[in-house]
T-cell receptor, first 112, second 113 residues
Framework: GESVGLHLPTLSVQEGDNSIINCAYS??????FIWYKQESGKGPQFIID?????DKRQGQRVTVLLNKTVKHLSLQIAATQPGDSAVYFC???????????FGKGTTLSVSS | NAGVTQTPKFRVLKTGQSMTLLCAQD?????MYWYRQDPGMGLRLIHY???????AKGEVPDGYNVSRLKKQNFLLGLESAAPSQTSVYFC????????????FGDGTRLSIL
């Protein structure tokens, strides 16, 4: 079946460190992936997306890497700040393209 | 610059009561979605709409109904609330169905006693 998951439910880092959040997906036919950030009491906020014809995409302090060979997606956050503390979800476009399939999320805690 | 607005933000219901959750978007998006978020379950799709006047079932549609009478609004109804429907409900919208990010509201926290 289709599923998107994250390797670790929690990740703790020090302010200024680089953070890497991982996600494994099972559907090799998925061709679009998104990372969302969700702060407490808020809805998911779009961070960055990537299509399957790309291996890497960069945004402001964030980089998404896609490894289609092992069906792995990662989000790298440079110089992590306390404001980056949140739950991070990866999501993929389902086979039918109807809606996104979300993983269960990784909670990032940044200590100063 | 409102984006996706959900009302109400909080609600407590008794078992058997009915209510409607409202979602409004001002981005002229064709596609709208309702999700529920439960601890340890991530986001699960309830219903979605691909345009005004259309609706379709998602992963967990039972116990819910939806309507899309206007392009900018997507309503989620609970006809007879059950404790299992206690959850946080999120509405989202997107420009198209494929390969486009969905934009989310800040949710409605619903408790059913």
């Amino acid at each position: 079946g289709e599923s998107v998951g994250l390797h670790l439910p929690t990740l703790s880092v020090q302010e200024g460190d680089n953070s890497i959040i991982n996600c494994a997906y099972s559907n090799s036919a998925s061709d679009y992936f998104i990372w969302y950030k969700q702060e407490s009491g808020k809805g998911p906020q779009f961070i960055i997306d990537i299509r399957s014809n790309m291996d890497k995409r960069q945004g402001q302090r964030v980089t998404v890497l896609l490894n289609k060979t092992v069906k792995h997606l990662s989000l790298q956050i440079a110089a992590t700040q306390p404001g980056d503390s949140a739950v991070y979800f990866c999501a993929e476009n389902s086979q039918a393209g109807t809606a996104l399939i979300f993983g269960k999320g990784t909670t990032l805690s940044v200590s100063s | 610059n409102a984006g996706v607005t959900q009302t109400p933000k909080f609600r407590v219901l008794k078992t058997g009561q009915s209510m409607t959750l409202l979602c409004a978007q001002d981005m002229n998006h064709e596609y709208m979605y309702w999700y529920r978020q439960d601890p340890g379950m991530g986001l699960r799709l309830i219903h979605y709409s691909v345009g005004e006047g259309t609706t379709a079932k998602g992963e967990v549609p039972d116990g819910y109904n939806v309507s899309r009478l206007k392009k900018q609004n997507f309503l989620l109804g609970l006809e007879s609330a059950a404790p299992s429907q206690t959850s946080v409900y999120f509405c989202a919208s997107s420009y198209s169905r494929k390969n486009q990010p969905q934009h989310f509201g800040d949710g409605t926290r619903l408790s059913i006693l």
